[in-house]
């Protein structure tokens, strides 16, 4: 759906950027469909001007994406998307401005990886039970790098074999948080997460915090403590967002002193709720996280 057909509320008013900005979005070496080059050229093609790849606990497709993106001159940015388990229930954690050779990152993401693979096979095992047989098998088959399956290559084989109708409608069934073929972990903790960004020289951010269900208590333990971590940034903007929540998330990111960021969360042209850069500008009187950078 393209911003333009999105009400934005009357409290929100976009600061005057010239620029587009998308910190946030996955290639085939996570959960996305676009090689890191093809989705480098989406993003040219579509006006961005300042891009991060940010894939799932995998930082392998950053020299591809930024090899493409500076032959079309367009500013890179290296990131990644870390998983985190706070109070029960998965975060996310972006790191921005990495090094991606930093071996303390390269460790912590490497081990993440693996409890990956370990739960993919439960998850499989569920869904057999459920009615859903050789899914393990199927979401490989759609998981271009095997060291990082996800949820969404099990939700993609679902919707292939015709047992749900689209991505949104297999969370609804099987695999969302409460659902029954998802497998809880523990991926990182918070702090590792945060340590091993700051440790790369980059700068941590929450992704998406609207998509979380934490009472407003457990939410504000989070920030601070994000904060209290060495954590500075929250998403504002991204795809998961409404235009309320443009608006909540600044006040937060007021609140707290983070630096506000902003990204589509794209993985798929047919699975996207926006495109690469089909974002709006950041509302007035956060400071953009990648303020230093351009
Ligand atoms: P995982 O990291 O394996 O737990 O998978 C999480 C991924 O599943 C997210 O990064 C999204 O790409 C995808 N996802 C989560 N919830 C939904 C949803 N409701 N609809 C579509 N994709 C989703
Ligand atoms: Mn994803
Ligand atoms: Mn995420
Ligand atoms: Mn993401």
Not at 86 to 103: P, T
Not at 108 to 124: T, V
Not at 191 to 197: D, G, K, L, Y
């Given at each position: 759906m393209s911003v333009a057909h999105l009400a934005l509320p009357r409290a929100y008013q976009p600061e005057n950027s010239l620029i587009k900005v998308d910190l946030h979005s996955h290639s085939t070496i996570s959960d996305g469909v676009?090689?890191?080059?093809?989705?480098?050229?989406?993003?040219?093609?579509?006006?961005?001007?300042?891009?991060?790849?940010?894939?799932?606990?995998?930082?392998s497709g950053l020299a591809q994406a930024r090899a493409e993106a500076e032959?079309?001159?367009m500013a890179f940015v290296s990131g990644v998307e870390i998983s985190v388990t706070?109070?029960?229930?998965?975060?996310?954690?972006?790191?921005?401005?990495?090094?991606?050779?930093?071996?303390g990152l390269?460790?912590?993401?490497?081990?993440?990886?693996?409890?990956?693979?370990?739960?993919?096979?439960?998850?499989?095992?569920r869904l057999t039970s459920m009615g859903v047989p050789d899914s393990y098998e199927g979401a490989l088959a759609f998981a271009a790098?095997?060291?990082?399956?996800?949820?969404?290559?099990?939700?993609?084989?679902?919707?292939?074999?015709?047992?749900?109708?689209?991505?949104?409608?297999?969370?609804?069934?099987?695999?969302?948080?409460?659902?029954?073929?998802?497998?809880?972990?523990?991926?990182?903790?918070l702090?590792?997460?945060?340590?091993?960004?700051i440790g790369a020289g980059g700068r941590a951010a929450i992704a998406h915090p609207g998509r979380y269900s934490?009472?407003?208590?457990?939410?504000?333990?989070?920030?601070?403590?994000?904060?209290?971590?060495?954590?500075?940034?929250?998403?504002?903007i991204t795809g998961s967002h409404t235009p309320d929540q443009y608006v909540e998330y600044a006040k937060v990111a007021q609140h707290y002193g983070f630096m506000a960021s902003?990204?589509?969360?794209?993985?798929?042209?047919?699975?996207?709720?926006?495109?690469?850069?089909?974002?709006?500008?950041l509302p007035s009187g956060v400071k953009p996280i990648w303020h230093d950078w351009i």
């Open positions: 676009l090689t890191p080059a093809q989705l480098a050229a989406r993003a040219h093609a579509n006006g961005v001007s300042l891009w991060a790849l940010t894939d799932h606990d995998e930082v032959s079309l001159g706070w109070a029960k229930q998965s975060v996310h954690v972006l790191g921005l401005g990495i090094d991606e050779f930093d071996s390269l460790a912590g993401l490497a081990g993440i990886r693996e409890g990956r693979s370990i739960r993919a096979r439960e998850m499989a095992d790098n095997p060291s990082l399956v996800s949820r969404t290559h099990f939700a993609r084989f679902l919707v292939e074999r015709g047992y749900c109708k689209n991505m949104q409608a297999v969370f609804d069934k099987y695999l969302g948080e409460n659902k029954p073929a998802n497998v809880r972990v523990q991926w990182s903790t702090a590792e997460a945060v340590s091993w960004i934490f009472s407003p208590l457990q939410a504000d333990a989070l920030f601070e403590q994000f904060k209290e971590l060495g954590g500075t940034g929250i998403e504002v902003c990204g589509s969360d794209f993985h798929s042209p047919k699975e996207a709720r926006l495109d690469l850069g089909d974002l709006p500008s």
